[in-house]
């Protein structure tokens, strides 16, 4: 199965690459966002926008090898090795507005809810839509974190060679990533908080991934830097490999 922030590459047309942003509890619907121009779907003035598609399609075409899954994120934001005062105000600026306008999903994925939706932030915010919009694009395609908002952020390597792995074969997702100036290490302690994290909101509380673990940062992680906030895709590694064992 699939998770929100998964990327795909597609063999046809060669280097078509979408991310996953959000799938419906059901697990019925996923909404992608194109990362390459051969993938790019019609949004506002010709700009790629979210599509939605059926979760099992795009389970189909990873077993029939039409695309197959990345582990090695190559448009994932790196985390910044400083900011300014100034920068980090623009990032939690941003960082406002996409976590308000992510409150009401899936319409924020639809073209005219989406507008409605922006406009109506920026009204309030004094923002433009264009700045909103921008906001919205940078952290679909860099990976839905804090660090994808940050001014000048780049992708960690699109010139990495990513790994590959098949549809449901609990495959090692990776290293858990580094965050902040000083590196936050996926310990045992941080390990300790995912897992409880997903026995009290996952389990008990019948969230959705993404949901808990937005409660979990806004419990455990609001009073922390930006920087040192660890990531939907730390949080998803782990839980997976630790699957419900403690932490060594």
């Not at 003035?45 to 795009?58: K, M």
């Not at 996409?98 to 406009?119: G, T």
């Amino acid at each position: 199965m699939f998770f929100p922030n998964d990327v795909l590459e597609y063999a046809d047309p060669p280097g078509r690459m979408i991310r996953i942003l959000w799938i419906d509890d059901g697990a019925r619907l996923a909404y992608v966002y194109p990362l390459t121009p051969a993938g790019a779907g019609p949004g506002a003035r010709g700009l790629p926008a979210p599509q939605p598609v059926r979760l099992q399609l795009l389970v189909d075409d990873a077993l029939a090898r039409r695309a197959r899954l990345l582990l090695a994120d190559p448009f994932r934001a790196a985390p910044a090795a400083s900011l300014s005062d100034k920068q980090r105000r623009k990032q939690m600026r941003a960082w406002d507005a996409v976590r308000a306008l992510h409150e009401h999903l899936p319409d924020l994925y639809h073209q005219q809810p989406r507008m409605l939706l922006v406009a109506a932030y920026g009204r309030q915010h004094g923002m433009t839509t264009t700045a909103i919009m921008r906001y919205l694009r940078r952290y679909w395609e860099r990976g839905q974190t804090l660090e994808a908002l940050a001014p000048g952020a780049a992708g960690t390597g699109a010139h990495a060679r990513p790994r590959t792995a098949g549809v449901g074969t609990g495959a090692k997702r990776g290293r858990p990533r580094k965050h902040g100036p000083a590196g936050l290490n996926a310990d045992a302690a941080l390990r300790a908080v995912f897992q409880a994290a997903a026995v009290r909101y996952l389990q008990g509380g019948g969230m959705s991934r993404l949901a808990a673990y937005r409660r979990m940062i806004a419990d455990d992680f609001g009073d922390r830097d930006p920087a040192a906030i660890p990531s939907y895709g730390q949080f998803m590694y782990w839980l997976r490999r630790d699957k419900g064992n403690p932490p060594a």
